[in-house]
Structures are given as C-alpha cells and as structure tokens.
C-alpha cells in the first residue's frame, strides 16, 4: 500500500469517530464553544487587519459561524463562502452580502444564489477561517473527505489560514499525504495554536 493511500485509510477512519462524536454534542456546547471561538477572532490582529475573510455557511455540527459572518459585515470586510463548482472537489470563494441571497445547496450547506454570484480571486483573500473533522497541533487537518480546502488552499497565496475546532475536534495526530494542507493556527475556546513555519 502507498503512503497516500494509507493516509487515506486512516483519515477515513479518524472522519469517521470523530464526525459521530461531534453529531452527538449538545447544541449548547457547540454554541458556547463557537462564542468563545468567535471571541478569540474578533481580538486577533490577523482577523482585526483582514479586509477580505473566507468564511464557511455551518452545518449544524460544525464551530458555527453566523456570527462570525455578522461580526465581520459589522466591521467593512468582505465575506467570500465556498461555491462549489460542477466538479466535485473543486470550490470557488464567492461574495456574500446577506442571510437572504443564500439557499441550501449541496450536502445541505448553505451557498450563494446563482443569480448573483460574484468571486473573489483566491489570492486576494486575507484570511481564510478553516473548516474541518479533525486538526492536530501541527495544523494538520481531516475535512469531510473531498479535497475541497486542499486544492483551494493550494491558490490563497498570500493568506493566513485559521481552522477552527471544537474541542471534541483536537487529536494528538492527523496522518497527512503528500497534497494535505496544514494550517496556520487553529482556534478553539481555549486557546490559539500558532502551528510552525506557516504564514505567521
Ligand atoms: N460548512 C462547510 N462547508 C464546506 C465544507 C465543510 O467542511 N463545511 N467543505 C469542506 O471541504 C466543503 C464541502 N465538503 C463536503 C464534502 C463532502 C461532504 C459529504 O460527503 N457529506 C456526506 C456525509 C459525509 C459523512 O458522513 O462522512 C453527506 O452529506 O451525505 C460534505 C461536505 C465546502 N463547504
Ligand atoms: N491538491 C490535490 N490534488 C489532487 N488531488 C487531491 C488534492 N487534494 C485532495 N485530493 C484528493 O481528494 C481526495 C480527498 O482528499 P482528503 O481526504 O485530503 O480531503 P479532506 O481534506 O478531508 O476534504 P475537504 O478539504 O473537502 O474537507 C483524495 O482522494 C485526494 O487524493
């Protein structure tokens, strides 16, 4: 078995136990764990400075980011959300103005209405808040398994990037292949993780 495809294996296993673990939090641990997530941000010079933000629409068990996105609106910043594109494991970052333009799109997220799609280069975005199943300190990351992030991370040159983590999420070791992006720092409500040589 190649090294790739090992990864593959026990990311899909380290997904597994770690997707039904977070499906069965409390509502209230996941909103309380988001507020002190959000807290954090709102604070950190990277997010202060940022004028362009890639966020992402939640799913119900993820860090939720609504707020976030407010908070973000309230302070001039452009807010870009994936917009994935025909071909799976692919995204693009599309601007968002309001709750309203948005619609339930594929998997159940939340994506921009068509209608009025506009996209913010990849290599004009200043930070880039990470979703993800699993991170360890390093700022190796598990996603939901289709190599959106990886290939989009790939073209945000000069962003920093952010996963944001329950604390359910935090494992002592994510096995990466060769295409993985790792993180800049991960926040979770207690603390954020500066994780090696990344843009920091
Ligand atoms: N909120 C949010 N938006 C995001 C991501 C994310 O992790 N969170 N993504 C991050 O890359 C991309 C979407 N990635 C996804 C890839 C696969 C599945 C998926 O296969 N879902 C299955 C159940 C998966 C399982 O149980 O293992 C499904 O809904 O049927 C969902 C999202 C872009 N947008
Ligand atoms: N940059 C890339 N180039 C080519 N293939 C890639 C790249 N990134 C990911 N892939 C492929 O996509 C698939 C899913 O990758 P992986 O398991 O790392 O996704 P993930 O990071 O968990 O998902 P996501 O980013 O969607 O949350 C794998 O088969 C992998 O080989």
């Not at 039904?20 to 202060?48: D, H, M």
């Not at 004028?51 to 973000?72: C, G, K």
Request: glycine residues 8%; hydrophobic residues 40%.
């Amino acid at each position: 078995m190649n090294l790739a495809n090992d990864a593959g294996s026990k990311k899909k296993e380290l997904r597994q136990k770690i997707l039904s673990l977070r499906r069965s939090l409390p509502r209230e641990t996941i909103r309380a764990e988001s507020e002190a997530i959000a807290g954090r941000l709102y604070n950190w010079p990277e997010y202060v400075q940022a004028r362009t933000v890639m966020l992402f629409l939640s799913m119900p068990d993820e860090v939720q980011t609504r707020p976030l996105i407010e908070h973000a609106w309230q302070q001039d910043k452009t807010v870009c959300v994936p917009y994935p594109g025909e071909v799976y494991g692919y995204m693009q970052a599309a601007v968002i103005h309001n709750f309203a333009e948005l619609s339930a799109g594929k998997f159940g997220i939340l994506v921009p209405d068509e209608r009025t799609l506009s996209f913010v280069a990849p290599e004009e975005i200043d930070l880039v808040i990470v979703p993800g199943v699993a991170f360890d300190a390093l700022g190796r990351r598990c996603g939901m398994g289709a190599g959106y992030y990886d290939r989009f991370l790939q073209k945000t040159s000069h962003a920093v990037t952010a996963g944001v983590a329950l604390s359910c999420q935090m494992v002592s070791e994510v096995v990466c292949a060769e295409h993985d992006q790792t993180v800049d720092c991960i926040v979770t409500k207690d603390q954020l993780i500066k994780c090696g040589e990344g843009k920091m």
